[in-house]
């Protein structure tokens, strides 16, 4: 049986209202300077151009201690696996990277910088904040050097 990691009363307090908040399908419907964010992480025309089209779904799933979130674009999925204050090694389109998450007034933040071990280990860090506005959309923040882009989804 794999060892659970000990919480805090404020993480296990932090994991109930994430799972409160955010576990579910969620489905984008709009979405705000995807093609610059995507352009600044150094995506090509093409790929930008196809992000800028789709209109992902997201799924998050909370367990005792970890936060698992799969995003389905055309063609692949993308899973985030995260622990409150811990960081942890994701690999996406763009590479290896460390991801560290954190809770703070109803926002899930995560950051991720490159791994040492990533095919590019000099490349960019990205900000990620979540957070359910007052008609209980997800609103999604991507931030990489200044570059902000936004991502908007209802719960199927």
């Given at each position: ?19 409160e908040k955010f576990v579910g399908n969620w489905k984008e419907y709009r979405h705000e300077n995807v093609d610059e964010f ?99 959309d997800l609103i999604q923040t991507f931030n990489v050097n200044g570059v902000l882009c936004k991502r908007y989804f209802n719960?199927?």
């Open positions: 049986m794999a060892e659970v990691p000990e919480m805090t009363e404020e993480q296990q307090s932090a994991m109930k209202e994430i799972k995507f352009k600044e992480m150094g995506v090509n025309f093409f790929l930008r151009k196809l992000v800028g089209m789709s209109k992902p779904e997201m799924e998050i799933q909370v367990g005792d201690v970890d936060i698992k979130i799969s995003v389905k674009l055309p063609g692949k999925t993308d899973v985030s696996n995260l622990q409150l204050g811990k960081e942890i090694e994701n690999t996406n389109q763009q590479g290896l990277f460390l991801v560290t998450a954190s809770y703070d007034d109803g926002k899930l933040v995560t950051n991720a910088k490159p791994s040492p071990n990533s095919k590019d280990p000099n490349g960019k860090s990205v900000e990620v904040t979540r957070e359910i506005n007052e008609e209980g719960k199927m």
